[in-house]
């Protein structure tokens, strides 16, 4: 099937035209031309993977934003399964940030994965999902609770990047990302990478702390990366890590390693783009924002 249609989109060029006829969504299509471009089992031609790599720069940004505020939050890990469920599964933090935004008139969620846990217990101890024969009904168990509690709202445009653990889900030919879309019109951006273009400079969200292991995501040269996966806020020269939004796998002992959220707030220039990032952190039962912004001026190519 992946082959068929990578060969449907050399064959026609048109990218709106493949997602329509075989009913995918964009982060599908988008997986299978990395299929074709990056597996060393792909039967393509270097001409093809060139031709799909002219298509992946023109349609490979998932979402285009102007200058309105986003928040970005990370590795909520929900249905987390273990012994103590105390504190874990943090609903009422998304609840907060979900009002956080309605309040103050932003429109755009965005989750940078690891957004369910994938685990299991066997004989009272923690497993991944994926590495125990016959757990399918857990992980169906798992996904429709996630997917029934995540909340939805019309005025907050949310979007979802799959993690490592999100990933596990597929083992089992259960895709996280295709549901949230199918039932809480939730827009996919696909597992692990995805481009988002801010004012037309061009951003590498990630669900990696080791960019080499990507191998698409220098397709589309971009000015910044966003992480999700490390669960400590971090803001480096061209690097932002997201904090855990879940109840549990912070690092609370290290700065930034509190539960929290980031807000982008872009500015507009002649030349270039400026990002102003505040950073909300749990104390003492209540989010706190930082006392000052964290200042990013990406010059427009």
Known sequence: ??????????????????????NLY??????????????????????????????????????????????FISDTHYDYSSLDRKNMNRWDFLYYVLDFCKYNKIHYLIHGGDIGDGTIEVNGAKEFISSNSGSYENAREQVDNIISDYPSDPFVYQSVLGGNHDDRYLDYEI????????????????????FISIDGVYISLEHENHPYRIECRNLIPHSLTIHGHSHIAKFNDYDIYIPTLGGFLN???????EPGFIVMYPYNGR?????EFDHY???????EKKPEPYVYKLNKK
């Open 271 to 275: 030349n270039s783009v400026h990002l």
């Open 251 to 257: 690092h609370k002992g290290e700065e930034g390693g």
């Open 26 to 71: 964009k982060y599908q299509l988008l997986d299978f031309m990395r299929y074709g471009i990056y597996n060393y089992k792909s039967p393509l031609e270097m001409q093809e993977k060139e031709i799909l790599k002219e298509i992946y720069r023109d349609k490979g940004c998932m979402l285009k934003i102007k200058d309105e505020a986003v928040v």
């Open 1 to 22: 099937m992946v082959e068929d249609i990578i060969r449907e989109l050399l064959d026609t060029k048109d990218f709106n035209k493949v997602v329509d006829k075989n």
């Open 281 to 287: 952190y749990l104390k003492d039962g209540c989010f």
């Open 175 to 194: 895709d996280i990302l295709k549901e949230f879309a199918d039932k809480k019109n939730i827009y996919p951006l696909g597992y692990f990478q995805a």
